[in-house]
């Protein structure tokens, strides 16, 4: 299985467990494009769409560009009362539109599945001049002492991984180069913050929409989440889990 086409499998529990984005990082990413009604979007990776209903109710006309045929599935049902709305089912790489064509293109936790030397220049071929490129992540943290109680088992199955997840500012270093890099201007970061709390099967089900674990042999991927289950209730049976999205804004000039 394609890392990442691995979500589709499993589109329904994708859908359930993901998180969605805070309202503030929508209202600062219109306030930074300046969104108008009927503004033209293009949503690279919607996955079920956990930041396509803020645009939409924007007014924007969203264009989704989304690989996974059962997300596209989902999408289009949970979005069917919108006309502003479309979806292509295909890769962001394979996509096709005249320059200048968008006035906001943007993605959430999925822009990394693109390779940078195709999206970026890609993004900017399609905004209009002074269209703006929005890309955005959510790492899901939790607390050392329950972080610690997991980390064996990340250990056994992951030795070369730094997990449970930690606050990645190489990561967020990076994403914000990558726009300089590639000709994006009045570049900004901005960190919005969300918590949650998961019971033993809750953080189960939603470890189980990630690609790494998704992939994994059956037999495998059952002995790991074993270990886990085991780490969780030796921590009394929930899971803390602090959401860290960051946001990086660019602005096409050219």
Known sequence: MELKLSFNENAENYDRWRPRYCPELFADIAAYAGLQKKAAALEVGPGTGQATQPFLDLGCRVTAVEPGEHMAAILLKKYQKYPNFSVQNGFFEDFSAPSGSFDLIYAGTAFHWVPPEIGYPKAKDFLR???????????????????????????????????????????????????????????????????????????????????????????????????IEQAILSCGGFVHIQDIMDLHLGKNLE
């Open 129 to 227: 001049p002074g269209g703006t490129l929005a890309l955005f992540w959510n790492t899901p943290v939790i607390p050392d002492t329950e972080s610690d109680a997991m980390e064996s088992a990340y250990r056994h199955f992951f030795p070369n991984e730094s997990r449970p997840p930690k606050f990645p500012q190489k990561k967020f270093d990076k994403r914000e180069a990558l726009m300089h890099e590639y000709g994006f201007s009045f570049v900004q970061r901005r960190y919005y913050y969300k918590e949650r709390v998961l019971s033993t099967k809750e953080y189960l089900l939603l470890l189980d929409t990630y690609s790494d674990i998704r992939t994994m042999e059956q037999g495998r991927k059952e002995a790991f989440l074993r270990e």
